[in-house]
């Protein structure tokens, strides 16, 4: 608004699934109100059912164009002005080092009521992670035989992805509302408590305790 003065902005924060759900009414009403979007996209939804239908179209400005690194400058259904990441954060000031390797290791005595994640019926992106668990079962598995040395028994589950889950909320897994309030939490002093969060979410988090592991 500075950099063009008579232009009003007015910016509405609204969750991804809200949004497409919002705009899809409010055009098949003939009703065409935001005029930039952005959004995040994490299950493959926001490209099946609103780019490829003409309703989200992309949009870069030629003055970020050669900013942007391919492939997201031309070879992307949409301009991808940041990227992020979920995975387990722990907190430096109790752990030295990460102190998980594996997602079973989530599931072991050793984290029994340490293990904080956002509330996947609330966050698309988290139930994304854990469908991804599921339909990636085989990859579940081996983690499993990395893990503890033999082969996975399912106990009235489909698959390893399911069984993770199940062992997950049977050791005692916190849902809190959100991947902010995941952070906040294991980021209070010496806490010896790991979350299940989103990296973009860290710059919200007082403090500069928190790290991730390198790789799972």
Known sequence: MKQYPGIKVEVSKVKSDEMMDKVTKEQDAGQFNPDVIITKEVSGAVEEEMVKPGRYVKYLPGDLAEKVDEPYRTQAEGYANYLEFRTIFYNTEH?????????????????????????????????????????????????????????????????????????????????????????????????????????????KVRGERLEHPADL
């Open 95 to 203: 752990y030295k080092s990460a102190p998980v390797t594996n997602w079973w290791d989530l599931t072991t005595p050793e984290f029994r009521g340490k293990v904080y994640t956002a509330d996947p019926l609330s966050s698309p992106a988290f139930m994304d992670l854990f469908t991804t668990m599921v339909i990636h079962s085989d990859d579940m598995a081996a983690a499993y035989k990395e893990k503890f040395g033999k082969d996975i028994e399912l106990h009235g589950t489909e698959n390893a992805g399911y069984e993770f889950i199940q062992q997950l909320f049977d050791n005692g897994l916190v849902v809190l509302k959100g991947s902010d309030d995941v952070l906040d939490a294991i980021g209070k002093a010496n806490s010896d408590a790991v979350g299940l969060a989103v990296s973009g979410d860290v710059s």
